[in-house]
């Protein structure tokens, strides 16, 4: 034995990693590993046994299992995995040629055995004759040890194994038995565990229905449904005896049934119950749309042979022709009770006057907002009406849409499963749809009495107001809440025409277009009526600004302003095109309507202005009313020549300014022309302003008239006999001062009417004078000095007021009586005639300078004389 080994071949040799090692290390784990790391690497435990590879080839390999497979020694070698791993693409003369070397392997190792046999023969006989004669040593009868019986030597210890045994089953037999017990349970419950959604289904969808989940407890309900059917096995296990060949019996078939029928028994129940709880929410109109379908598809998913969508839309069409009619007649009774209340008295036309004096005022201290009419006369009734509008279009919103929206659906297929299965309801559904939209229709076709616009477009407008509008009420309100309500009705049939509902679109377009014509007129008729009241505003209170015209005018123009405003909002005026349509000529039929009553309204306000200024009390009554009911102050008191005066003033500024202006303005607001129209209100204006001050006129020329005729024909004057002149007759300056105070009077009111009046006057003055001495027979040179004198002192004092026409009149008068003077003289050319002429010259000189301060207002202004030195 050579002593000159290394410790590497030692560790390799006794596969060991240290001389000293500190745990167990098996040998054949080592084997192992290596084999796992490098399978090819020792040809001691591989060698290709056909000759063809000298080595394994290691990638292709998979694990310790393989490589056994692989290995000709192994007990698991499979010659197919060997071929497929080491010799895949081997051909089939070198399958032969290792073939035929595997047979001579197999020879030779056949050939060494039978060497070794003969060889060493004489040792295996040895060794099977040693083996007998031990075997017979034992057994032998008399002093071998297993000489009595097989079980010789071990009665002891068999004795303590069956004690031991029987004490163990007396301890541990109920221990097993529970334990046996246990496992079974715990099988049950493990057949439970899986089957807990099946068995917990009742109680969970009566928790999702409760909670109104009806999607989910569907969901659970086809999947219960699904393993009901397809896997009952798996939800109850039945335990099958392995002598019947692994079936089970039909008894334990019919428990199972039993079991599955109780439990579903009670699912469907519940679903059933779930059923009915959906149709019920299907015939509640106050559920959405969303909700209503979902109850839809959950029905359908229940059961697909019926049609839920029919049970929704029939019981939806009742309710909601019921749910119309109903909201229509509550809306109704409360209409007529506000109305009963509001026509507790009856109001005169003072009343009236009062209410749109409050109505103006609301309005012009709104500041540019929407006023609020909470206290005028017919605000309840307004505010009923438009409430009943709004709940009535608000039924039809919230009902119509949703019942089409469901048959639209379900016509389009939606709501269907099966076509085969598709019912008339479509277009029984149509019908039903068309019959709700004519019901809402016709119920506001008869409360606003509405008649067609093709109708009422060739008629005047109505003389008397239709039933459902207030009455006494004011055009202000009313427009604002024929506005709002028009706003309401126009909204809702923007809704249901989006609805598209065939055979629908006529009807909404001409309601909409009866309602507004109406709408129109019912306010053409307010302010038309309004405008005859509005002269009771009349205050004779300045304007501010302009203080030679009142503050009525402003508020006749809010008024005017007001209404022509809310027309155009209520006509709904388009920009008019070249082209003519329909709707162009809608709009011209409103235009024409509001073009001829704004006319009227204006016509009126100018004959109110002069029923005014014609008023018998010197205060309104309006003012007056107010002071009663508000502790107001009174204006001052306003005699009928004063408001004369102001009416003309005002009819003035109306022709210059006002009345252009408000023309112009609808003008470009409603793109029509109202020339004629403005040339005739300017006529009236002249007319009417002509009519009162030539009334005020005669009326202060008559003063004149009576002053002159009683001054020169029956004060007793002899004009054939009068001495020479001393001085100016009384009667002279007592007509001059009458036009002192007119003049005052006119100054302090409108000054810019004293020229004309004191003018118109003095033509007056000048016709009586020439008629008083006309009617004188003859003068002496006296009486003709004197009434020269007369004259000249008029001619002169006046002379900044003489027209053309008074200073003809005057001429009259001096060839009057310098006719009937020469007639009575027959020398005209006496030389004292003109030394008197002097006389008188002086005379006239003095009278005119002490009277020059109490006719100081007559003189000519210096401003004037300046301008025409100017020029």
Not at 124 to 139: E, G, H
Not at 716 to 735: C, E, H, M, Q, S
Request: net charge negative; hydrophobic share 40%.
């Amino acid at each position: 034995m050579s002593l000159g080994v290394s410790e590497d071949e030692l560790f390799q040799a006794y596969q060991i990693t240290s001389l000293y090692p500190q745990r167990w290390e098996d040998p054949g784990t080592s084997r192992q590993g290596r084999r796992s790391v490098d399978f090819g690497g020792s040809t001691e435990e591989w060698s290709d046994p056909l000759g063809l590879r000298p080595t394994l080839p290691a990638s292709r390999i998979r694990g310790e299992e393989q490589f056994r497979e692989v290995n000709i020694s192994s007990k698991s070698f499979d010659p197919k995995v060997f071929l497929n791993t080491v010799h895949p693409n081997a051909s089939y003369a070198e399958l032969s040629q290792g073939t035929n070397m595997l047979k001579q392997s197999i020879e030779q190792r056949s050939e060494a055995l039978k060497v070794l046999v003969n060889e060493n023969f004489d040792r295996f006989v040895s060794v099977k004759a040693t083996t007998d004669s031990i075997f017979r040593s034992m057994t032998d009868p008399e002093d071998g040890p297993l000489s009595n019986a097989p079980t010789e030597g071990i009665q002891g210890l068999r004795a303590s194994v069956v004690e031991a045994s029987s004490k163990a089953d007396a301890v541990f037999r109920p221990v097993l038995e529970n334990y046996v017990k246990s496992m079974k349970l715990r099988n049950t419950l493990g057949v439970f565990q899986r089957s807990r959604f099946f068995f917990n289904l009742p109680g969970s969808l009566q928790d999702h229905v409760e909670a109104g989940n009806y999607e989910a407890a569907l969901r659970d309900y086809k999947k219960g449904r699904y393993l009901l059917e397809s896997r009952p096995g798996q939800l109850l296990p039945i335990q099958t005896d392995n002598n019947a060949g692994g079936k089970p019996t039909e008894t334990q078939l019919a428990q199972q049934q039993r079991i599955f029928a109780r439990v579903w028994d009670a699912v469907e129940d519940i679903m059933y119950r779930m059923q009915s709880q959906l149709l019920d929410i299907l015939r509640d109109s106050k559920r959405s749309v969303d909700e209503q379908e979902k109850c839809i598809q959950v029905l359908l998913e229940l059961d697909p042979l019926t049609d839920p969508v029919a049970v929704f839309l029939e019981s939806q069409h009742s309710h909601i022709r019921l749910l119309m009619q109903n909201c229509f007649q509550q809306e109704d009774r409360a209409l007529r009770t506000a109305r009963s209340t509001s026509q507790v008295k009856t109001y005169a036309h003072l009343d009236v006057a009062l209410d749109l004096h409050e109505n103006l005022v609301l309005v012009r201290t709104s500041n540019d907002t929407k006023p609020t009419f909470d206290t005028v006369l017919g605000a309840e009734v307004w505010q009923a009406t438009e409430e009943m509008v709004n709940h009535v279009c608000q039924t039809a919103l919230q009902s119509i849409p949703i019942f089409w929206r469901v048959a639209k659906d379900h016509a389009d297929g939606k709501f269907i499963k099966d076509p085969s299965l598709r019912s008339n309801i479509d277009k029984q559904s149509l019908a039903w749809a068309i019959e709700c939209i004519q019901v809402w229709v016709k119920q506001l076709y008869v409360f606003f009495q509405l008649e067609s616009f093709r109708e009422r477009q060739g008629r005047p407008l109505f003389s008397q107001l239709p039933s459902w509008v207030p009455d006494p009420t004011c055009s202000l309100i009313a427009t604002h809440h024929l506005g709002r309500i028009l706003l309401t009705i126009t909204e809702t049939v923007k809704e249901l025409r989006s609805l598209k509902i065939p055979g629908t679109s006529t009807q909404l377009n001409a309601l909409l277009l009866d309602t507004r014509f109406q709408f129109i007129e019912v306010m053409c008729f307010l302010w038309l009526r309004d405008a005859r009241y509005c002269h009771y505003m009349e205050d004779w209170v300045p304007n501010t600004q302009q203080p030679e015209i009142t503050s009525y005018l402003f508020a006749f123009s809010v008024f005017n302003r007001w209404n022509a405003r809310e027309g155009f909002f209520l006509a709904d005026v388009r920009s008019h095109s070249k082209q003519e349509s329909h709707e162009n000529e809608v709009d011209s039929a409103f235009i024409d309507r509001l073009k001829t009553n704004f006319v009227k309204v204006l016509h009126v306000f100018l004959e109110g202005i002069a029923t005014a200024a014609n008023a018998s009390q010197d205060i309104p009554e309006l003012q007056m009313t107010l002071h009663q009911l508000q502790g107001r102050s009174l204006p001052p008191a306003r005699d009928h020549d004063t408001r004369i005066l102001l009416t003309v003033s005002n009819l003035s500024h109306l022709r210059a300014q006002i009345i252009g202006a408000w023309v112009k303005q609808f003008e470009e607001a409603y793109h029509v022309s109202l020339i004629n129209e403005k040339q005739h209100l300017l006529d009236e204006c002249n007319r009417l302003e002509g009519e009162l001050l030539g009334d005020s006129v005669q009326r202060k020329g008559q003063l004149l008239k009576d002053t002159i005729r009683h001054g020169i024909l029956e004060s007793g004057i002899d004009w054939g006999a009068l001495p020479k002149p001393t001085g100016v007759n009384a009667f002279v300056f007592r007509a001059l001062l009458l036009l002192v105070q007119v003049h005052a009077q006119i100054r302090a009111t409108v000054p810019a009417l004293v020229s004309r009046i004191i003018v118109a006057l003095v033509e007056i003055m000048a016709d009586a004078i020439l008629e008083a001495y006309s009617q004188v027979r003859q003068f002496n040179m006296g009486g003709m000095l004197q009434a020269t004198l007369e004259i000249e002192f008029v001619h002169q004092t006046m002379s900044f007021h003489v027209s053309p026409r008074a200073e003809s009149t005057l001429k009259q008068v001096y060839e009057t009586i310098s006719h009937r003077y020469s007639s009575s003289v027959s020398n005209r050319n006496d030389p004292a005639l003109q030394k008197e002429l002097e006389s008188v010259k002086a005379t006239l000189i003095e009278s005119r300078k002490a009277t020059a301060l109490e006719f100081l207002c007559f003189r000519k202004p210096k401003s004037d004389s300046k301008k025409s030195s100017t020029k």
